[in-house]
């Protein structure tokens, strides 16, 4: 995620009730969050056959908290002078 500048009480304001961020700035989404925002999709079979492969996936990366119940995105903050979405 690009996040606009180092606002770090923003990005947890905006993750509210569906992550957190970490200590090192990374944000953690719970995987019931993601489920839940992905509407009808969940209960479809496939779909649901793909985001527990993402999840395997992701865990085999370390990409999961220690529970295994949140997703690590790694957050990128831009540089504050800048008006590129790329920065």
Do not use: C
């Not at 019931?32 to 395997?56: I, S, T, Y």
């Amino acid at each position: 995620a690009l996040a606009p500048q180092a606002h770090p009480g923003s990005l947890s304001q905006a993750l509210d009730g569906v992550g957190t961020i970490s200590e090192d700035g990374d944000a953690f989404i719970a995987v019931d969050a993601a489920r839940r925002l992905a509407g009808a999709r969940a209960d479809d079979p496939d779909w649901n056959a793909g985001f527990e492969k993402m999840l395997a996936y992701a865990g085999s990366k370390g990409w999961l908290d220690p529970s295994g119940t949140a997703i690590q995105a790694h957050v990128e903050w831009s540089d504050p002078g800048s008006t590129s979405p790329d920065s």
